[in-house]
């Protein structure tokens, strides 16, 4: 079975043929963070205005990567939320315009599903597993009792972590999105600071990044109130100690109390080398019956390669769409 997938939730037009969910024939990521650094975030308008200039061609390109026309594809798939409306409606209607045109199946996929799913193209998931999803709008824990079945276990209550690395970047001058340099700086850095490890005693798997953020801020604030230096590298690498700490150990604390076979990691902070490490490390220590799964880089920011990935559990349950398909700005995995 061969899908081609499309991925315009935020700001990445992505076209992706996919092979029985598992292996990549193309994977085309075209990225508009040039367009939006100088605003220091993504600017929704600017966002849709290149996913409809980008998403033809990329199409094109990933058919083209993958050497095959549209009679070798057996059905186009689409993020349908969660993200900005403006952007998911490109991607939806591209796909919309390609499933009639060609008279392939329309399969929608939840973006979140689409971050878990990276993880099979790394290897096949076995079940129960528990996944990390960790990215610029989520932070959740994720129980998957069998393909196709999302259990949120816990979540943040207010900030995701990416969206708190890349404020502090801000405030600390980096270019948007700052999650990668600061991580980056963690690594030059000591921890030379205390930050506050939120919510990490509390019985339950949720999690908030707020207060930190904001203890991070007023570090930074008070310093420069005070003409006093503060030193960039050992800021990340204390702030990174400490999302690090609560991450992974709420992770283990669910891994636990599951009795699952694999931890998969995913989303864009799943990059986070400090994270990865911890994570496995951790997991070797205390849980070294369970497989650590970790997405390449490539896989772990938007791409449309996890969508067709996700999109194969689909197929096969026959979930499709009619073309009446929208957008879903709010949707939640599992509902
Ligand atoms: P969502 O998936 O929740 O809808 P999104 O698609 O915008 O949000 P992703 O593309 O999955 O988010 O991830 C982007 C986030 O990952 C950004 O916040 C970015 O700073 C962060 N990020 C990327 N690399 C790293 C890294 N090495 N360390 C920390 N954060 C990182
Ligand atoms: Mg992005
Ligand atoms: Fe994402």
């Known amino acids: 079975v061969t899908i081609l997938a499309i991925e315009s939730s935020c700001d990445e037009t992505s076209v992706a043929v996919v092979k029985?969910?598992?292996t990549v024939l193309s994977n085309v990521v075209a990225s508009q963070i040039k367009s939006h650094m100088r605003f220091g975030g993504v600017v929704p308008e600017v966002a849709s205005r290149h996913h409809?200039?980008?998403i033809t061609q990329i199409v094109e390109a990933a058919l083209n990567e993958a050497q095959v026309t549209f009679d070798a594809i057996d059905a186009v798939a689409v993020t349908d939320g969660p993200g900005l409306v403006g952007s998911l409606l490109i991607g939806v209607s591209a796909a919309k315009a390609l499933a009639f045109a060609h008279q392939k199946p329309l399969i929608p996929v939840n973006h979140m599903a689409g971050h878990i799913y990276a993880n099979q193209l790394v290897t096949s998931m076995r079940y129960p597993?528990?996944?990390l999803v960790v990215s610029g709008g989520h932070t959740e824990l994720v129980y998957m009792e069998k393909d196709g079945s999302f259990d949120i276990i816990g979540e943040t209550r207010d900030d995701a972590a990416g969206e708190a690395y890349d404020k502090i970047g801000r405030i600390l001058g980096l270019p948007y999105p700052g999650g990668k340099k600061m991580d980056e700086m963690a690594h030059e850095g000591k921890e030379t600071m205390h930050f506050p490890r939120a919510m990490i005693k509390e019985d339950n798997y949720d999690f908030s990044f707020s207060g930190l953020k904001s203890s991070v801020?007023?570090?930074v604030h008070n310093a420069r109130q005070k003409g006093d230096d503060i030193n960039p590298y050992d800021l990340a690498a204390s702030f990174q100690a400490s999302v690090v700490e609560v991450l992974v150990h709420k992770t283990l604390r669910a891994a636990k109390e599951k009795n699952i076979k694999q931890l998969l990691l995913a989303g864009g902070v799943a990059a986070n080398r400090g994270l990865r490490e911890a994570l496995s490390a951790k997991m070797a220590l205390e849980l070294p019956e369970v497989e650590v799964v970790i997405p390449p880089l490539s896989l772990c920011g938007d791409n449309?390669?996890?969508?067709g990935a996700a999109a194969y559990t689909e197929y096969?349950?026959?979930?499709?769409?009619g073309y009446n398909l929208n957008a879903h700005p709010g949707l939640v995995l599992g509902e």
């Not at 449309?304 to 969508?307: D, G, V, Y």
């Not at 096969?316 to 769409?321: D, E, G, I, N, S």
């Open 217 to 219: 801020i007023n570090t």
């Open 20 to 22: 029985n969910g598992n």
């Open 316 to 321: 096969r349950q026959k979930h499709f769409a």
């Open 304 to 307: 449309a390669a996890m969508i």
């Open 129 to 131: 597993l528990l996944a």
């Open 52 to 54: 409809v200039e980008q």
